[in-house]
């Protein structure tokens, strides 16, 4: 149900079942007969109560502070309670016991302020839930702007960072004269198509972004030589479960810029597995240059904070060096 629908939907059930039982606690068959012209009165007054008090939005004001026309409005609708309970009779019996009659006015002003404040307690309850309603949702809202906003910046951090350190690697093989020079060109130019067309979703399939992984792995592999093994292994049930873009690549990034050496026997193995709509994701290897300028890189927390808008309480992220062995795990439950 659309949210547009849910006042008519609270308006005529008051109107068609909460308000005709409450009417039928008096004797309207006799007193339509009798007091046909007040009952007639009633009715219409107490509809009308309630479209006022849905119409004022008593909290609302209430909430602005507006507490001189909320007052105002009260008094004029008791200052109206009060002259109902004074209904003329178009015309009274002679002989009727002015005991009785006492007794019956009393009655009918007793059963007047009954209604009024039935109606007044039921509008003023609706009112109130729509409004705390409203603001849940204003607040959801805002909250999903900022987020996205959030997003937004963190993408733009990434595709920098990214691009600066591929650019090192191009200019790497440039100035060696490499063989291999044509064909990195080629996977970047494709790389950077992924970047600019792909990244503007929120969400693409699961197999497009281990498709972009592998390109970037094989363009980083162009620049390393025998003392370096590189082992990217990958299971997908499901390549069309979709994933952010560019939520992994920075673990990827890291690994190479940190686990690489021209003189040292080395090795980067990654590892993502795709199964039941959970992601696992894993990269492990040796630390051949440290990082002491940054200890906790810009790319992992930004990676971070993406994954905590993201998926907030269905990701865990675990990093770990230990004997100069650096290991990332990341689950993320994609649905």
């Known amino acids: 149900m659309k949210r547009s629908h849910i006042p008519v939907c609270i308006d005529l059930l008051f109107c068609l079942v909460i308000m005709p039982p409450i009417i039928m606690l008096v004797p309207v068959d006799k007193w339509m007969v009798h007091h046909s012209a007040f009952m007639l009165t009633l009715i219409t007054y107490l509809y009308g109560l309630y479209f006022v008090y849905r119409k004022t939005k008593l909290p609302l004001l209430f909430m ?13 609708l008791v200052g109206v309670t009060f ?31 009954f209604f009024f404040l039935i109606v007044t307690g039921f509008s003023l309850s609706i009112e109130l839930i729509f ?36 650019l090192n690697t191009l200019y790497g093989l440039v100035l060696t004269q ?28 699961v197999s497009q972004e281990v498709e972009y992984i592998r390109q970037y792995v094989d363009l980083q592999s162009l620049r390393l030589n025998r003392h ?7 299971w997908i049930e499901d390549g069309q479960v979709e994933i952010p873009p560019m939520i992994l690549i920075t673990f990827v990034e890291n690994a190479f810029k940190y686990g690489v050496s021209p003189d040292t026997d080395c090795f980067i193995l990654l590892h993502i597995t795709v199964k039941e709509g959970q992601l696992l994701f894993e990269t492990e290897n040796r630390v051949m240059k440290e990082n002491r300028t940054t200890p906790h890189a810009m790319g992992i927390e930004n990676c971070r904070k993406r994954l905590e808008l993201l ?9 770990k060096e230990e004997e100069g062995l650096f290991t990332v795990r990341l689950t993320i439950q994609l649905r």
């Open 178 to 205: 490499s063989d291999k020079t044509e064909s990195a060109f080629v996977k970047f130019s494709d790389i950077l198509k992924y970047m600019y067309t792909q990244t503007a979703f929120e969400v693409i399939p």
């Open 311 to 319: 998926y907030p309480g269905r990701y865990e992220l675990v990093t």
């Open 228 to 234: 370096s093994q590189v082992k990217l292994e990958t």
């Open 131 to 166: 409004e705390l309603f409203h603001q849940v949702l204003s607040r959801q809202e805002t909250e999903a702007e900022k987020n996205k906003a959030q997003l937004a910046l963190y993408k733009a951090q990434i595709n920098p960072h990214f691009l600066f350190n591929t």
């Open 83 to 113: 002259l109902l309970t004074h209904f003329p009779y178009l015309a009274e019996p002679e002989n009727i016991d002015p005991f009785l009659l006492k007794t019956w006015r009393h009655l009918r002003s007793q059963m007047v302020w």
């Open 64 to 76: 602005q502070r507006k507490f001189g026309r909320i007052l105002l409005m009260i008094a004029l």
